[in-house]
């Protein structure tokens, strides 16, 4: 009995050691990941911390900036920042609605940037100052609130530990308060056709898979310009979704700022000084205008032949343009002038059929008609050989599905980027209904109504809604 005692009693005593090492070695295993996901939000925070003082840092510079090349370096720096900012935010444990304005004031950030770089006449007018004196507000706020997060880590804070219960916001999604701040009115972008947004994908598809060292890129920007080159000046790389060589360039006329993809040698971006030769060009392009008392204009592809001889000769100049950066079959698509610079968005037209998620925009100054700004994003993500682009239904049977109040006055077939993701073939009915112009799109393979846009009025041009 006693030696039945003893066995049972050894017996438990193993089975005790056995699920004490059990428990120790699960403890230290669960404290291990707990670490290391802890150590992942830190290490994401801190990032997110960097980005948004960087951002900060940019934007004062700006304010006191006026050199338009200078400007157009920083706000690229700027949009990189932004870029890094929202890969930070991903890895971070934030609820949703605070993730979501977060998200959204950075964004808006992002897409304020792009405006500028492409749209402007390559300076920051009164308006953007004021804006801009905004964001750095909201941004100094904002670094306010996350060093108070960083000066709680550095004496031993831990975020998975504040996170909430899920009923109670947590300490550590408050600090993204800050973010929410709807007082600033981020202008719209203007000088857009259709599409001008189109959705990009995550991959290169426009360009070869070639990459090119910093020479070769120096290379091309020779080749670009010639004997004009005064000074060329090698920035360094932006290492952000799109990794590029940039340059400033110094001409006998201008001074630009130049992005080659590090993948293809493809000229992505280049922003150059605006004429300042105002007077002459006002003259230039005063005997053009028909007395018309509007200072901006807008077009399509079906009025080309109807403008005036300027903006003829700067889309002309914009399809060279392209043509000598290996770009064949490309057409305005839409254009907009003011009285010192055309804004042309070109596409691929292949087949008759327009491939809008291809689109690059140019700008061109109207003085010296050169080209001084060009955006080519969307070509590089999206531009591929489209197979089987065959319609399913006819263009009698798509305009028998347009309105009735709609007066068209022109259909084509067109390839169109979707709402979230993807794209496809619809044919674009361009018409008016009570004095308003609108772009409507049917679906070619279902007949649906995929898209319906609509073109406001602005003093700056049309926009596209």
């Not at 009115?185 to 070639?210: H, M, R």
Request: charged share 20%; proline share 1%.
């Amino acid at each position: 009995m006693k030696k039945a005692f003893i066995i049972t009693v050894s017996i438990l005593s193993c089975v005790i050691l056995v699920l004490g090492i059990l428990l120790f070695k699960t403890t230290n295993s669960l404290t291990a990941t707990s670490m290391s996901l802890e150590n992942l939000y830190q290490r994401s925070f801190y990032d997110l911390v960097n980005s948004v003082n960087n951002m900060e840092v940019e934007v004062s510079k700006l304010m006191v900036s006026n050199d338009s090349v200078s400007q157009q370096r920083i706000l690229s720096n700027l949009q990189k920042e932004t870029q890094e900012a929202e890969n930070s935010l991903s890895l971070l444990p934030i609820d949703n609605q605070s993730l979501n304005e977060t998200t959204k004031f950075i964004n808006k950030l992002n897409g304020y940037c792009t405006s500028l770089i492409t749209y402007k006449d390559g300076t920051i007018d009164d308006k953007d100052y004021t804006t801009l004196g905004e964001v750095h507000s909201s941004l100094a706020n904002i670094k306010t609130e996350l060093n108070e997060v960083v000066n709680k880590l550095m004496q031993g804070y831990r975020i998975s530990d504040n996170l909430g219960n899920g009923t109670e916001l947590g300490d550590f999604t408050a600090s993204f308060s800050a973010f929410n701040n709807e007082s600033i009115e981020y202008p719209s972008l203007i000088y857009d056709g259709p599409f001008s947004d189109s959705k990009i994908q995550k991959t290169l598809k426009g360009v070869s898979n070639t990459e090119i060292s910093k020479e070769k890129a120096e290379e091309k920007i020779q080749k670009l310009f010639g004997n004009d080159i005064t000074n060329l000046t090698y920035l360094g790389e932006t290492s952000s979704v799109i990794k590029t060589y940039d340059f400033e360039v110094n001409t006998s006329s201008r001074s630009y700022y130049i992005q080659i993809t590090k993948q293809g040698g493809f000229l992505i971006n280049m922003s150059g000084n605006v004429s300042n030769d105002l007077a002459q060009k006002n003259n230039t392009v005063s005997q053009s205008k028909d007395n018309s008392t509007n200072t901006e204009e807008s077009i399509n592809i079906d009025s080309v032949n109807n403008i005036n001889e300027s903006v003829k000769k700067s889309i002309e100049k914009a399809k060279e343009f392209a043509v000598n950066q290996g770009l064949e079959n490309m057409e305005c698509v839409w254009s907009a002038a003011s009285e010192k610079v055309s804004y042309i968005n070109l596409a691929p037209i292949e087949d008759d059929i327009i491939m809008y998620p291809d689109l690059i925009k140019v700008k061109v100054d109207l003085y010296d008609n050169n080209v001084v700004g060009w955006e080519a994003t969307s070509y590089a993500y999206n531009h591929t050989t489209r197979e089987d682009l065959i319609a399913q239904i006819s263009l009698e049977e798509a305009r028998k599905l347009v309105s009735k109040n709609l007066t068209v006055e022109s259909e084509k077939l067109c390839v169109i980027p979707l709402d979230y993701v993807g794209e496809t073939l619809a044919y674009e009915f361009a018409g008016n209904y009570q004095g308003y112009k609108y772009y409507l799109y049917i679906d070619a393979y279902t007949g649906s109504q995929v898209r319906v846009l609509r073109i406001i009025q602005t003093d700056q041009g049309e926009l596209v809604l």
